[in-house]
Each structure stands twice: as structure tokens, then as C-alpha cells.
T-cell receptor, first 115, second 114 residues
Framework: NAGVTQTPKFQVLKTGQSMTLQCAQDMNHEYMSWYRQDPGMGLRLIHYSVGAGITDQGEVPNGYNVSRSTTEDFPLRLLSAAPSQTSVYFC??????????????FGPGTRLTVL | QQQVKQSPQSLIVQKGGISIINCAYENTAFDYFPWYQQFPGKGPALLIAIRPDVSEKKEGRFTISFNKSAKQFSLHIMDSQPGDSATYFCAATRSRGSNYKLTFGKGTLLTVNP
């Protein structure tokens, strides 16, 4: 299993440009999520999905869109990039909760710079 | 509202020493408390987790202590090694129902000097 994969690894955008961060998992996990990591801010949830066709907002959703057409893929779209979106983005996936367990598997991250 | 507060923000420990990271939570519905370890340039990975029906869980050199009445839990790293140098995140969630969301603390950067 490749686990959780993210592309690209690095990206530089100009203000106002759009792009899609790709995330895929091959573990047949129902739950997928996107986080951003900024210095001193920890991991903040952007959007999440509990299954194909179902998405919901997290803590910091503004400026980002998501869709979940398949179990495997969960792309994150920036429609009009802003310097405040400069961050490291992590995608994560997990199995359905059972017996009080919830191990989220994280991808390697995408480092995004918006000029 | 920060639901999980983590301290310290950074920690420097000598090789062989004990590293202690503390977290406090507010939501009494939380019933699963994992710790994640993140090395530079990598995604976080689950290190160890605890449920509130036990007060302590140990895996090798890593131990979680849990105080339900105080709504606090901590990570202890015994015999700390330079290879333990990483950022550590505590987290909390409700395990029942369809809530899959983890609430993370802000992280602790641990440096273990040789």
C-alpha cells in the first residue's frame, strides 16, 4: 500500500491564481481530511469527508473548496490564492471509528507559498 | 475557543533525561486522546493513544498519564534520545457516533541534545 499520497510536494503561486492540491489513499478509508500547519498554530482542520459525496467544513474553511467523488480521492481547491494561504497542507485518512480508536494516517504534505 | 491546550511550546532535554509534555482539554465528551509525532519534512504519525477508562498507558519508553477529573493528560518520554527530537502533538476526539474529527494542540518542539 502506498498509504496517503499528496501532490505536488512544493508549489509557488501568485496572488489570485487557482490550483488544486491532490490527495489519494489506497487503504479504503471512509474518512479523509485536510489540515494546514502554520508555525505555533498546530494542525487546523480545513475540510473533511466521512464518505464519497459527503463533505463538511472544519475550523478554517474560508478560501478552500473540496469534493469527494470517490473513496480514494479528496482534492483541495484554492480558487483565488492569497498570501495568508501560505502554509504546509496535510491530507489524512482513517478507518471508521471502532472500539474508541481513530488513527489518522497523514500524507507527506504540500508546502505552498503564495506571493 | 482552543479546546486542547498544550505546553510547553518547546523543550530541550539532555540525552537520557525525561521529556514531559502536558495537555489540557475542555470538552468532557472527548474520550480518545492520541499523541502524534512529526519529524521535519514529514507528516504526523500516531505515537500512542489512551482512553479515559485507564490512568496510564505505556509503550516502550513512551507513557501517557491521564487525569480525568483534572481534564489533563501528559506524554512522558523516558531515557530521551536524539532520535526523539521532533514535534509532538496531543489531540482529542469523541469516538462515538460519526464524529471523526481530531482536535489538536499547538504542538511541542522537542530537542534532545547528545
Amino acid at each position: 500500500n502506498a498509504g496517503v499520497t499528496q501532490t505536488p510536494k512544493f508549489q509557488v503561486l501568485k496572488t489570485g491564481q487557482s490550483m488544486t492540491l491532490q490527495c489519494a489513499q489506497d487503504m479504503n478509508h471512509e474518512y479523509m481530511s485536510w489540515y494546514r500547519q502554520d508555525p505555533g498554530m498546530g494542525l487546523r482542520l480545513i475540510h473533511y469527508s466521512v464518505g464519497a459525496g459527503i463533505t463538511d467544513q472544519g475550523e478554517v474553511p474560508n478560501g478552500y473548496n473540496v469534493s469527494r467523488s470517490t473513496t480514494e480521492d479528496f482534492p483541495l481547491r484554492l480558487l483565488s490564492a492569497a498570501p495568508s494561504q501560505t502554509s504546509v497542507y496535510f491530507c489524512a485518512s482513517s478507518k471508521p471509528l471502532r472500539e474508541g480508536q481513530n488513527e489518522q494516517f497523514f500524507g507527506p504534505g504540500t508546502r505552498l507559498t503564495v506571493l | 475557543q482552543q479546546q486542547v491546550k498544550q505546553s510547553p511550546q518547546s523543550l530541550i532535554v539532555q540525552k537520557g533525561g525525561i521529556s514531559i509534555i502536558n495537555c489540557a482539554y475542555e470538552n468532557t465528551a472527548f474520550d480518545y486522546f492520541p499523541w502524534y509525532q512529526q519529524f521535519p519534512g514529514k507528516g504526523p504519525a500516531l505515537l500512542i493513544a489512551i482512553r479515559p477508562d485507564v490512568s496510564e498507558k505505556k509503550e516502550g519508553r513512551f507513557t501517557i498519564s491521564f487525569n480525568k477529573s483534572a481534564k489533563q493528560f501528559s506524554l512522558h518520554i523516558m531515557d530521551s534520545q536524539p532520535g526523539d527530537s521532533a514535534t509532538y502533538f496531543c489531540a482529542a476526539t469523541r469516538s462515538r457516533g460519526s464524529n471523526y474529527k481530531l482536535t489538536f494542540g499547538k504542538g511541542t518542539l522537542l530537542t534532545v541534545n547528545p
